[in-house]
């Protein structure tokens, strides 16, 4: 059971076996970091082999007509994100005494259902940037599937999640427009898994293959989403070159990194100290929402995952009956990852670049807010399955 709010499991492998087999469906995929850590450990490889080149060869094989990556829509998460506490800081450092800080990340629907439940009177403080997942949805639908000449009704977007929480998610209102969801539905990482051996495929022995273009290009910063920490870091190396104008000369805030439940760390903005929290487990962030309702965070800015680790953790992976020593070899596979990578800072990523002057003008413009930003809701009335 998904401790982290997904209120049921709904299984949509038979749905999309039937969207594959439609002529009249374009049927693209994302998948999230956290998938390409740990979809091997399902077909005999170790902990920490990273699957990205034969992760792509398989959905390809599946039949999907556009392989994507969420790690894109994860850069562009930080560019709205950070634009957004960058304002933020800007006014409380201004004296404004409206700004409500710290700014928490929104990127875990199992850490947004908690608050909705348990701290709605905080409901303001997260940022309003919807999580990867849903930023994709929208960009494919409204930019991508005109960039290919087809009708929004005619496209599929089905992501695949190390996550239950997503599912529900992709359920919400808020993010459906006249009913049709942004991502139709979400499939997880063990659910793929099995979809793989039912074609008969062995992942172990598949090609590595590229992802499609222009939803596939992303930077370090995104893959290094799927691990505790890495949301907040990935938003350090954007912000502090967008706040100081200077290259950041390294690149690696291994002060945010661990697998501690709650961790903290001050980063230096060139003379302006930031301070920043972290917490993975919700126990963990329920401990720094009560400090923040009484007044004692001192924190500018805090990441809150829901599942132990982040998403690499999530109720959708292959199975680890709580090894942390596994936890961390998926962790350090996204790490060596983000090394590989020729671009490592969001900012950085040309089709994120091509995004904003095509289409979405800048960052916290109003079409941006309108496709990539959401609101949050008082739930302390509804019931909470756990
Ligand atoms: Fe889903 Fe990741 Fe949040 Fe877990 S930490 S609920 S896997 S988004």
């Known amino acids: 059971v998904c401790p982290t709010g997904a209120l049921t499991e709904k299984d949509h492998t038979n749905q999309l076996i039937r969207d594959l087999a439609d002529p009249k469906k374009t049927v693209v995929v994302q998948t999230a970091p956290a998938v390409r850590a740990a979809l091997g450990e399902e077909f005999g490889m170790d902990a920490g082999t990273l699957v990205t080149g034969k992760m792509v060869s398989a959905l390809r094989s599946l039949g999907f007509d556009k392989v994507f990556d969420t790690d894109f829509a994860a850069d562009l998460t930080i560019m709205e994100e950070g634009t957004e506490l960058l304002e933020r800081l800007q006014k409380h450092l201004d004296g404004d005494k409206d700004v409500k800080l710290p700014i928490l990340t929104s990127c875990c629907p199992g850490w947004v259902n908690f608050f909705e439940h348990h701290f709605p009177d905080m409901k ?11 930023m994709f949805g929208p960009i494919a639908k409204n930019y991508l599937a005109k960039q290919m000449g087809i009708k929004r009704e005619d496209m599929i977007v089905v992501s695949i999640m190390p996550c239950l929480a997503k599912k529900y998610e992709c359920q919400r209102d808020e993010f459906k427009v006249d009913g049709d969801p942004d991502v139709n539905y979400s499939i997880s990482t063990r659910e793929l898994a099995n979809l793989i051996k039912q074609a008969n495929m062995d992942l172990s022995t598949m090609a590595d293959e590229d992802f499609d273009n222009p939803l596939g290009e992303s930077t370090g910063a995104g893959v290094i989403f799927g691990a505790t920490g890495g949301v907040i870091e990935a938003a350090a190396r954007t912000a502090y070159e967008v706040y100081t104008g200077k290259t950041l000369e390294k690149v690696d805030f291994e002060a945010l990194r661990g697998m501690d439940g709650i961790r903290s760390a001050t980063v230096d903005f060139d003379g302006l100290p930031i301070n920043i929290g972290i917490a993975h487990g919700l126990g963990n962030a329920r401990k720094l929402l009560e400090d923040i309702r009484d007044g004692k965070s001192e924190y500018h ?14 109720g959708g992976q292959p199975l680890h009956h709580g090894d942390s020593s596994i936890l961390k070899k998926r962790a350090a596979a996204l790490y060596r990852e983000d ?48």
């Open 124 to 134: 303001d403080i997260p940022s309003t940037a919807r999580s990867p997942q849903q």
């Open 301 to 314: 800015a805090i990441e809150i995952m829901a599942c132990p680790g982040g998403c690499i953790g999530g």
């Open 339 to 386: 090394e590989g990578k020729a671009i490592r800072k969001s900012h950085e990523n040309p089709y994120i670049i091509k995004l904003y002057e095509e289409f979405l003008g800048k960052p916290c413009s109003e079409l941006s807010h309108k496709l990539l930003h959401t609101h949050y809701f008082d739930k302390s009335n509804e019931i909470e399955i756990e």
